[in-house]
């Protein structure tokens, strides 16, 4: 199989830390039999995982706390703003997945446009993006498991609810739920996505037997007015406040045609999620085909159950009188069905089991393709010779995050999961723009559209977004993506595969002249 990308660009790009890894040599390394993963996964599979991690617990509670805070009845046109910027990123993301169906997502396509480095930081990015994530996600499953739980007389001690705080407070349930799930994951593919099957078809159950129950309960006077009229934001101070505001002064309204993007800017982060279906791609038995699918299939569908439960929420109940903690259960409530409340804390109970499953799934697919690439200890990238999984790092990371989420509630660090991803987004989208020109001749399942009008837009709506996100958000950040600067400096730039490839080319091009000579 040919590597080549011409001698000038090969050259060019060889050298240093900016040299890129060919799709064809990325694609020649995934058959090597020790770091081969098992192909069993189909376009309804993907689809599933797309819907799996985005559909959680925000469905239930953001859609009914933007519309009183910020856009009101309009908050439906909210979703489907995000929703766009979301299928910008989609866009780019199914192009690169088609045409380097590679386990690492951003990682992965970063290392075939933009180089060594640029890929290590990705990487690093969505390895700390996901694991925050994950255990973020543990943690609120586990409230409301304990809710349910005591709706049925059953009360855990406060040492291991997580609610007593301090260094003595021990979520047990958030804990186990993450071993549980890595111990499947580490079974196989297949058993991942049949249990996936399994909790998405009962979520998206719930989720339409509320929109269907609630639809009886709209009134068209809570819709008046849809667009409530502008009201200035008093915004946060210091570190705290959005850096646009820091830096240009900038503080979005609420409310009105402004108060739409400014709640857009929010509800988006409900979206987070559907790249992940990418990180997959090297166990789909047809990724050319079938990964765009996935992608676009999966945010289509999360979008149309945004705006249907946004849409009903807002007819049950006026947008001003909307509860900000549980909007959906507490509109039910309002209109006498507080059974339906029971109905959507146990929706949200398995809807998060779901997400956080395929998020541990995504950051184990990265972290396997960084090491088989020889950037973190290859110790790593070996899989099991009967599961077709990269059990060791799975194993890994499961117990990492299984304590982060039974020691720590984190909370205050969620924020680090929205801008990882947002960044993630504009990496691909530069890096759709430089493979078009660097290999223009490599076969692509799918084209994105309109390059590069449609990844440049991806990348502005993106740094938009990141704009929004408050200052001390970007700082922690920036220290995560220092460390990772140490790390790489210390560890990847000697230890890669690429990089020893290519010196041991050099020495046999130097060996063959002298001989010549």
């Not at 080549?4 to 050298?15: K, L, N, V, Y």
């Not at 399994?198 to 719930?206: D, L, R, S, Y």
């Amino acid at each position: 199989m040919s590597t080549q990308q011409g001698p000038g660009a090969r050259s060019r790009r060889d050298r240093g830390v900016f040299r890129t890894k060919s799709v064809e040599q990325s694609i020649e390394d995934t058959e090597e039999p020790e770091h081969a993963l098992k192909k069993s996964l189909s376009a309804l599979d993907l689809t599933v995982f797309g819907v799996g991690v985005v559909i959680g617990t925000g469905i239930f509670v953001l859609t009914g706390k933007i519309a009183k805070e910020q856009a009101g009845p309009a908050v439906a046109l909210s979703f489907v703003v995000s929703g766009v910027v979301c299928a910008l990123a989609a866009l780019c993301y199914a192009e690169f997945a088609s045409t380097v169906p590679v386990a690492g997502s951003a990682y992965t396509f970063s290392y075939a446009s933009l180089g060594e480095f640029p890929a290590w930081i990705i990487g690093w990015d969505l390895v700390l993006e996901l694991a925050l994530g994950c255990a973020v996600v543990a943690v609120g499953w586990s409230g409301y498991v304990r809710s349910l739980l005591d709706s049925a007389g059953w009360h855990l001690p406060a040492a291991l609810s997580g609610t007593q705080g301090g260094m003595f407070g021990f979520d047990l349930l958030a804990c186990i739920l993450v071993l549980v799930l890595t111990a499947i994951l580490v079974l196989g593919m297949k058993l991942s996505s049949r249990v996936t099957n399994v909790i998405v078809a009962i979520k998206v159950t719930v989720v339409l037997l509320v929109v269907i129950a609630g639809a009886f309960f709209i009134s068209g006077q809570n819709y008046r007015p849809f667009l409530p009229p502008t009201r200035p934001h008093v915004g946060e101070s210091g570190y705290a406040a959005p850096l646009s505001q820091l830096l240009f002064g900038f503080t979005p309204s609420h409310f009105g045609v402004m108060g739409i993007f400014a709640a857009a800017a929010v509800v988006f982060f409900a979206f987070i999620g559907f790249d992940i279906v990418a990180t997959a791609a090297e166990e789909t038995r047809h990724p050319q085909r079938d990964v765009p699918r996935g992608i676009l299939g999966s945010l289509a569908i999360c979008t149309f159950l945004y705006v249907a439960v946004s849409i009903v929420v807002t007819g049950m109940q006026k947008y001003t009188e909307l509860s900000t903690d549980a909007p959906l259960a507490d509109a039910f409530k309002s209109v006498g069905h507080p059974f339906y409340a029971g109905i959507i804390s146990f929706g949200a109970a398995v809807g998060l089991t779901s997400v956080c499953m395929i998020l541990l799934l995504g950051q184990s697919r990265v972290f396997f393709a960084m090491s088989r690439d020889g950037l973190l200890p290859q110790f790593f990238s070996r899989v099991h010779p009967t599961f077709g999984t990269p059990y060791r790092s799975t194993v890994l990371l499961g117990a990492v995050v299984a304590v982060v989420a039974g020691f720590t509630s984190i909370n205050e660090l969620a924020e680090l999961v929205n801008i990882g991803t947002l960044f993630a987004f504009v990496v691909v989208a530069l890096g759709v723009i430089l493979l078009r020109r660097s290999r223009p001749d490599l076969p692509r399942g799918f084209r994105t559209p309109l390059v590069p009008l449609v990844p440049v837009l991806s990348v502005l709506a993106s740094l938009w977004l990141m704009l929004n996100l408050p200052a001390e958000t970007w700082l922690r950040f920036a220290a995560w993506m220092v460390i990772g600067m140490v790390v790489y400096a210390m560890y990847g730039r000697t230890h890669s595969r690429l990089g020893r490839r290519i010196a041991a080319e050099g020495r046999a091009a130097a060996g063959g002249g002298a001989g010549r000579g």
